[in-house]
């Protein structure tokens, strides 16, 4: 009852915001204007080091995307709807119906004409994440629906037969070196399971609507469960992924507005999509023009007819900030999209008028519209929708339209929605058919009723342009990199407020730096490995421009094209703790890869940390194993290579023990201590090589897996120990223990020589007859018992076995949430010099099953501290009109600030009592050992005085698509849902 009581409030508050806004009435209100864009990008996928596109997605996404959003709409004339492309997207297609090929491509035609496949080849086909299992029909079935449209899953029994069949594999023969694992693994696949694991893999990612309308493949579709497919069958499949991607540009000119030719207005987004605001903070205004106008000429040829330009467009990831504006309004943009999460940022108050209208800002004499698009309705479309009844989601959308329409008397109110228009729909059953039909149905029958209209943002300007919201110019921050000293706050800062801190300036502008992920350049920049990232290319841009004079035209012209790839959105957003592909190493690779380039074009010898298999912050791409290691416990690793047998590592008090079984006169032990920013690539014993070498892309067989600070290099019968003074320096500091026992050889490194021994990666190899690397084990995480010191402020025990919230919630379904992850023991509080530390005690950490890079997956933690009078009494949220966690706190004791602590960036949050939101400031790792977080927090934000200290502490399931990042509750416990909700709610 209590419940259904506060929402009524919250409805007639709402009600009576609303009914504050200055709009006009008229008797009746008038349609609302609708813009709905589809956005569509892919970042280049061409190795120049191999010359082929070595990831497929360009060519899956064309078989089951590209051509599709179009078509659906060829089937609904009256539904004006906006479709972008960005350059890079465009050039690969135009460059696959050239005859260019990916790595995916070229084996499964191979298969499909007989041809016998290398191991190399095969294992490639066997790897997940990377090969032929890269869908989620394996590993969670098909998303269909049942007769009433609730989404359902149906294995695909053959390709979840070789899906397990490739796991039991290597498992069998994890403790092979790797090219004798190679060998076992593939041999265990009989030629018939390599062609039906090309024909479901491919067929997989073809849409659904084309697959069933098209007999042949409906016919191969009709066998998933039971495979059994020949050659021919791949071939069929083959060929009509390429029809479609070959008729993809085709599909788009027949319904583009701009032609006159139908209902789309077709767009582009600069070409390698890159993130305007940070090019233009650099000084590199000439290089996004490039970008501007290199899209220009490929939608001209491609989409255009040889004479239609663009009007418009999504600026990648909607950056924006004055010069990015400027430029694209000289280039003859009249519009953008943004994001209403800017308008909070910027503090305009929220109103109809504000937030559903667009704003105008002016640049010599040019005006360019920004549109405000509906943060949460957007990402409902992208992220749930998909779990949700079908006819039900279309409902939702269909609601929230009309919740706004009805106060729109005076006509000019439009709602906007943009999104990805390809990423959602494998997500969605049937590949999102269900839902585009329905959705584009009942749309139109709104549109017929007179509820809305449905328009691009072009003819939005022709109708209402005079009454968009007009920008006034206020003081504004921005980054700015224009001097080196200023560059070298990258390598210092730790976060984006920092980085503000170091190399902001303010200045008046229309629009601040901003995106639509959370209102600033976050998910781009602030954190190390973006910041590096930046530093590594500001680097190699300086290289390029100081040796143009020497360099032909046509070296100059390939160099700066791999500049402008290399400054594409794609490989900063994979960076940092904020998101996670499953294969951010990829895009690592393809960074470095064009910086590689760069510098082979311009004459000038490529840094060695462009080798690495490590993320711009010395972080290795994968990890052997994270090991929480106590002191007596050996923990052992077999070898990857024939030349020794394994390695165990072990400590006590005198230090580090690694054991190296085998028969070797030399080796080493390379060390990377985590947070340490600059270190080595090669080992001090390999032969430097001179030129770029795959193992399987993107790993190069000659970097041992880590950035190295410390190398441990045994020889001639002693062990001596290297520190790392830069990227390619080195200086001895000492020697290790050495003892040998038959053909154990034991090093104990004093913790004197490590300068982070509680959590540190090492990796073992030695070198051939040739000085080549030979890897004995890639890198091992190992996390030693974290001592923290300081005086303790908070010692509070909680009681085992609480972990039900009000007493009915039960854990999800799925074995990854072991029982007390949930399960708060105990909690600590410390005061340092500097910093308060934070500790979190569970029953049982549940290790870290899906690698969030904090070291921790399932828990999501909320502090709530009270310190001085006033204070703020609501829980916090990650958006205006999102449940938070769904609690009341104590109102007695309002909060000063609250911080929520999760295993990714977005569980790195610093909330004052007035809303303001600092990101990435705390320091926030796990201790496996203990089944601890500990959290380490800078001073300022805290002041503990004669007022005393009020916490709470909230604890629950951290899920990355749920409502605020809260994992939902069911009446009865699913799979990836808590149960024991109340069934009368």
Not at 337 to 365: C, H, K
């Amino acid at each position: 009852m209590s419940r259904k009581l506060s929402l009524l409030l919250v409805f007639l508050i709402f009600g009576s915001m609303l009914g504050a806004n200055n709009i006009v009435k008229a008797e009746e209100p008038k349609p609302l204007n609708v813009i709905i864009v589809w956005h569509q990008h892919q970042p280049y996928y061409y190795d120049p080091v191999q010359g082929i596109y070595t990831r497929p997605w360009v060519r899956l996404h064309a078989a089951n995307n590209y051509w599709k959003m179009a078509h659906y709409l060829t089937e609904f004339p009256d539904i004006h709807v906006t479709i972008d492309l960005s350059g890079s997207l465009i050039a690969q297609l135009a460059d696959y119906m050239n005859g260019a090929k990916d790595i995916y491509q070229i084996i499964s035609e191979k298969i499909a004409n007989g041809e016998p496949l290398t191991y190399d080849e095969k294992w490639f086909m066997l790897q997940a994440p990377g090969g032929f299992f890269d869908h989620t029909i394996p590993w969670n079935g098909e998303p269909v629906t049942d007769e009433n449209g609730n989404p359902i899953r149906d294995f695909w029994d053959r390709y979840t037969e070789l899906k397990d069949k490739m796991l039991a594999a290597k498992q069998k023969y994890a403790n092979l070196p790797l090219e004798e694992q190679k060998v076992a693994v593939t041999n265990e696949f009989t030629e018939q399971d390599y062609i039906d694991l090309a024909v479901l893999f491919n067929l997989a990612w073809i849409d659904y609507n084309y697959i069933i309308s098209t007999p042949e493949l409906k016919a191969l579709y009709d066998k998933v469960d039971e495979g059994g497919y020949t050659r021919e069958d791949l071939k069929t499949v083959l060929y009509h992924q390429m029809w479609l991607l070959n008729n993809t540009f085709k599909e788009h000119e027949k319904i583009n507005l701009l032609l006159g030719n139908g209902n789309v207005e077709v767009t582009v987004v600069p070409y390698a999509h890159p993130i305007g605001p940070i090019l233009n903070d650099f000084g590199w205004s000439e290089d996004f023009d490039a970008h501007v106008k290199k899209a220009h000429e490929l939608y001209k040829k491609y989409l255009g007819g040889g004479v239609a330009t663009p009007r418009g467009g999504w600026a990648a990831e909607s950056a924006l900030n004055d010069k990015t504006l400027e430029i694209l309004a000289e280039n003859g943009w009249q519009w953008v999209m943004t994001d209403q999460m800017v308008l909070e940022r910027m503090g305009i108050p929220y109103s109809i008028e504000n937030y559903y209208r667009p704003w105008v800002a002016e640049f010599n004499g040019k005006k360019i519209y920004l549109f405000p698009r509906n943060h949460d309705l957007s990402d409902r479309v992208g992220f749930r929708y998909s779990g949700m009844n079908q006819y039900e989601a279309v409902e939702d959308f269909i609601n929230e339209l009309l919740k706004i329409q009805k106060y729109n008397y005076d006509g000019s109110l439009v709602y906007v929605i943009t999104l990805d228009g390809e990423n959602p729909w494998e997500h969605y059953p049937y590949d999102g058919k269900l839902f585009l039909e329905t959705l584009y149905k009942r749309l139109s029958e709104l549109q017929e009723a007179g509820l809305i209209r449905t328009l691009t943002p072009t003819e939005y300007i022709q109708l209402y342009g005079d009454k968009a919201n007009k920008l006034t110019p206020q003081m504004m921050e921005r980054l700015d990199f224009t001097t080196e000293e200023r560059v070298e706050a990258l390598k210092v800062a730790n976060s984006l407020g920092e980085l503000y801190d170091l190399a902001g300036v303010t200045e008046e502008m229309q629009w601040p730096e901003s995106s639509w992920i959370d209102g600033t350049l976050s998910t781009w920049i602030g954190e190390p490995q973006e910041n590096y990232a930046w530093y590594w290319l500001y680097l190699a841009r300086r290289t390029l421009m100081e040796n143009k004079d020497k360099m032909d035209s046509a070296s100059w012209e390939k160099a700066y094209e791999y500049l402008l790839r290399a400054e594409a959105s794609d490989w900063f957003w994979w960076y940092g703790n904020d998101q996670d592909s499953g294969q951010d190493y990829s895009f690592d690779r393809y960074f470095k890869t064009y910086l590689y380039e760069i510098y082979k074009l311009a004459g000038v010898e490529p840094p060695s940390y462009l080798y690495g298999n490590y993320f711009p912050d010395g972080a290795p791409y994968t990890v052997r194993a994270l090991e929480g290691l106590k002191e007596g416990d050996v923990k052992e690793y077999s070898s990857l290579s024939p030349v020794a047998e394994g390695v165990k590592v072990f400590f006590d008090s005198q230090g580090l023990h690694f054991i190296i079984k085998g028969s070797l006169d030399k080796f080493e032990i390379s060390i990377y201590e985590k947070d340490k920013r600059i270190g080595n690539t090669f080992t001090l014993l390999q032969k430097k090589p001179d030129k770029i070498r795959y193992d399987v892309f993107p790993f190069v067989r000659d970097s041992v897996g880590l950035m190295i600070t410390k190398h441990i290099v045994y020889k001639d019968g002693k062990a001596e120990i290297y520190n790392a003074t830069d990227y390619e320096g080195y200086e001895k500091i000492g020697e290790a223990q050495v003892s040998v026992n038959g053909d154990e050889i034991e090093v104990i490194v004093p913790f004197e020589y490590l300068e982070t021994p509680e959590d540190f990666y090492f990796a073992v190899s030695t070198v051939d007859e040739l000085g080549m690397l030979e890897v004995i084990t890639t890198p091992v995480n190992l996390k030693l018992p974290v001592q923290v010191k300081g005086v303790v402020l908070v010692d509070i025990a909680d009681p085992e076995g609480d972990d039900h919230g009000p007493g009915t919630y039960t854990y999800p379904t799925d074995k990854v949430f072991v029982e007390g992850a949930f399960d708060l023991l105990r909690f600590r509080m410390l005061e340092q010099t500097d910093a308060y530390v934070m500790e979190f005690y569970f029953k049982e950490l549940g290790g870290n099953p899906w690698n969030g890079p904090n070291g921790f997956s399932l828990q999501i933690i909320e502090v709530y501290l009270d310190f001085k009078e006033g204070g703020n009494t609501s829980a916090i949220k990650m958006f205006p009109d999102g449940p938070g966690a769904n609690v009341q706190l104590d109102p007695e004791h309002p909060w000063d600030v609250a911080f929520r602590i999760a295993g990714w960036d977005y569980g790195n949050l610093i909330v004052l009592a007035n809303g303001t939101v600092y990101q990435g400031e705390m320091q926030i790792s796990a201790d496996p050992t203990k089944n601890a977080v500990i959290v380490k927090l800078p001073k300022k934000y805290l002041s503990i005085g004669d007022y005393g200290l009020y916490a709470a502490v909230l604890v629950g399931s951290q899920d990355g698509y749920g409502p605020d990042k809260w994992r939902p509750v069911a009446v009865e416990a699913e799979q990836w849902k808590l149960g024991g909700a109340d069934r009368r709610l």
